[in-house]
Nanobody, 124 residues
Framework: VQLQASGGGLVQAGGSLRLSCAAS????????MGWFRQAPGKEREFVAA???????YYADSVKGRFTISRDNAKNTVYLQMNSLKPEDTAVYYC???????????????????WGQGTLVTVSS
């Protein structure tokens, strides 16, 4: 199973980026897929997740600015990031949890598979 994240880059504050995460090796139409991020010197933190049925969950810091979505036919999950702030600068990781439990959906250990990360840099 492989998760390939892409779409990171350098953007000015207030700008937008869309991250993609393509899964191969198995389908993840059930369970949950999520995005986490890790800023320099900080722990990896939850950003957003989407469950089968399209239910979405967000960290308070990105709610209203980021949107997670998935295309089951393409086995791909997206993270649309708008109104970016310098504090959004981090390496963003996608992850998959085939057997996600709702109460644990924001927890790193819930996710069995991880992508390699894509760097997002927001300049002020």
């Amino acid at each position: 199973v492989q998760l390939q994240a892409s779409g990171g880059g350098l953007v000015q504050a207030g700008g937008s980026l869309r991250l993609s995460c393509a899964a191969s090796g198995r389908t993840f139409s059930s369970g949950a897929m999520g995005w986490f991020r890790q800023a320099p010197g900080k722990e990896r933190e939850f950003v957003a997740a989407i469950r089968s049925g399209g239910f979405t969950y967000y960290a308070d810091s990105v709610k209203g600015r980021f949107t997670i979505s998935r295309d089951n036919a393409k086995n791909t999950v997206y993270l649309q990031m708008n109104s970016l702030k310098p504090e959004d600068t981090a390496v963003y990781y996608c992850a998959a949890a085939p057997r996600a439990i709702l109460s644990m959906i924001r927890i790193r250990s819930t996710y069995d598979y991880w992508g390699q990360g894509t760097l997002v840099t927001v300049s002020s």
